[in-house]
């Protein structure tokens, strides 16, 4: 586990003090409601005792209303405690979602780091939920003990020897309950792991189906998901069986506890030393203990996988942060001037690189990697292992992630869309500017796709865009990136998927959209190239060569090899 953050214990300690309140009142009540259920056998042999054997009708008609109230305090007790505890329980797995999720969306970064986005899924769903029911499961364990204190208090009033025998034997018994958990503990947790995994798996396979089908890799991706389930499913076996196996011991000991208590009570009462009421009120008691012991049981359990939950989500929280946050904020607006000074990270090799406000840059990478590590920089989701990278004469390491992003935004490749309408995708970047939005349809030719939709630019999409194709997903994300209207903007690759056609017009709408702000643009397009004011070649991971789209093509082969292959 990552250190510096939150452990286990304290991520469940949050969880229930977040929910005292409600666990306090919900136990109360619940406590009254075991204290009326172990009454209930106690007054039955109060009216064999007054009523039966004496053949007295007012007691005994006394004696059932006294029945009866406890009947209703009981039942109204339970359902209102129930109501309140599985409250907690959701409020309690809420916060912690609403944590995780804040974490994920950090703009330091660093909670998915070496996760796969299905695997966070489960973590915010399943793991949240289990450390959620362990507030739930508090007032049932507190209402188990009460119903056990009482219990011994009134087998104590019947006979010493049974109130004794009660109070002496159940430590043991919860001791021994929760030294039987611990193989279930961790169980619990390898099943929790290898469930998230395979959720992981199972997202990471849907989302590049097409790419898939493609290849023709069909059966190498359903033979890699079907180990990482059958693992799974291996995981949540033992864990079932190890479940199982918890449960039958603890009913056994005690089955054996209640029976000895049965047997002490019988022997007391052919010995005269307790009456025939209290020896039916001693076997009621006896098997009214049989319900808070499973229900301690279930507490136990709950705790165990709660706890081994909570591990995981702490696990998440602690991750520490890609970057570290500075505290400076950039100009607003900012003027724009990127300048990378012997930048070193991944692929890259000592860069040297001026961005100037307000320029239309072009940069050339023969290499993907060193491609996709400048973008990484930029974006600030790493920071460079040697070198700085400067926003207007600041480094960005002194700028506050968040504030930097609402300067510089970089548009990635495969940027997802929402399951939402067209417009509304566009929408979320542009802060209520309509204007800005129109212009961003414009210039990215998504009016173009809107059109040829049955409701428009009101269509709802599918889940990642995945109901438009390539082309379309690309210029619905370009509208998205550009409605933003960022005072620097780094569009990677955004128009493969496009005819030649329609990229001449989005690179000729492009330049006159982003007119007097910062835009680069990580690129082979010549089309997009050629609108550019400058561009620069990255080659073995450093700057080789600067210029005009047209003079590189006339002077440099390698260049013209690369823009035009």
């Not at 953050?5 to 136990?27: E, K, M, N």
């Not at 009981?74 to 209102?80: G, I, M, N, V």
């Not at 510089?408 to 869309?417: F, K, Q, R, T």
């Amino acid at each position: 586990m990552p250190t510096g953050g939150p452990t286990g214990a304290l991520v469940l300690g949050r969880a229930i003090r977040g929910q005292r309140p409600r666990i306090i009142a919900a136990s109360l009540l619940g406590m009254t409601h075991q204290g009326c259920e172990a009454l209930i056998p106690v007054v039955i042999g109060v009216i064999i005792d007054t009523a039966v054997a004496t053949g007295s009708s007012d007691a005994l008609l006394r004696w059932l209303v006294v029945l009866a109230v406890l009947f209703l305090v009981l039942s109204t007790c339970y359902r209102t405690s129930a109501r309140i505890t599985e409250g907690a329980g959701e409020h309690a797995a809420h916060r912690l979602r609403m944590e995780l999720a804040a974490r994920v969306l950090d703009p330091r970064g660093g909670a998915e780091t070496n996760r796969l986005p299905g695997a966070l899924t489960s973590i915010a769903t399943n793991d949240a939920r289990r450390v959620g029911s362990v507030a739930t499961i508090i007032a049932y364990g507190v209402s188990a003990v009460a119903a056990l204190a009482i219990s011994a208090v009134a087998l104590l009033r019947i006979s010493v020897p049974l109130g004794l025998l009660v109070l002496l034997g159940i430590p043991p018994l919860l001791w021994l309950g929760h030294r039987i958990s611990r193989p279930l503990e961790r169980r619990s947790e390898t099943e929790q792991e290898r469930a998230a995994h395979a959720s992981g798996v199972a997202a990471d396979l849907v989302s590049g189906l097409r790419v898939l089908k493609g290849m023709g890799a069909e059966s190498a991706a359903v033979a890699r998901y079907r180990t990482t389930s059958q693992d799974s499913l291996a995981a949540a076996l033992r864990a079932a069986r190890s479940r199982a196996g918890h449960e039958g011991a603890v009913l056994a000991l005690t089955g054996v506890f209640i029976a000895v208590i049965g047997l002490v009570g019988a022997y007391l009462a052919m010995d005269g030393s307790i009456s025939v009421g209290d020896l039916v009120a001693a076997v009621g008691l006896a098997q009214f203990l049989l319900g808070p012991f499973q229900l301690l049981t279930y507490v136990n359990a709950e705790l165990a996988q709660g706890r081994a939950s909570a591990r995981r989500i702490a696990e998440v929280l602690a991750e520490p942060a890609a970057v570290e946050g500075g505290q400076a904020v950039p100009a607003d607006p900012a003027a724009g001037h990127l300048a990378l000074r012997g930048v070193s990270l991944g692929a890259l090799r000592g860069v040297d690189l001026d961005l100037p406000a307000g320029g239309l840059t072009g940069i050339v990478a023969r290499d993907p990697a060193a491609a996709a590590d400048l973008l990484l920089c930029l974006a600030r989701e790493k920071d460079p292992a040697e070198g700085t990278i400067e926003l207007d004469g600041v480094p960005l390491t002194g700028l506050d992630p968040d504030a930097l992003r609402r300067a510089v935004l970089v548009a990635h490749h495969d940027a997802d869309l929402f399951e939402s309408t067209l417009i509304d995708n566009v929408r979320a970047a542009a802060d209520g500017d309509t204007a800005a939005v129109d212009r961003a349809l414009g210039a990215s030719a998504a009016d173009d796709v809107a059109q040829l939709l049955p409701d428009g630019v009101d269509t709802l999409l599918a889940e990642r865009g995945r109901s438009l194709s390539g082309g379309q997903r690309q210029r619905v994300a370009l509208a998205r990136a550009l409605a933003a209207d960022r005072p620097v903007l780094v569009l990677h690759d955004p128009t493969t998927a496009v005819d030649t056609v329609t990229e001449s017009r989005i690179a000729s709408r492009l330049r006159e959209v982003r007119r007097g702000r910062t835009t680069v643009l990580v690129t082979t397009s010549p089309a997009l190239l050629a609108v550019t004011d400058r561009v620069v070649v990255l080659e073995d991971g450093a700057v080789r060569a600067a210029g005009h789209h047209n003079d590189l093509l006339a002077a440099d082969e390698t260049y013209r090899a690369t823009v035009l292959a």
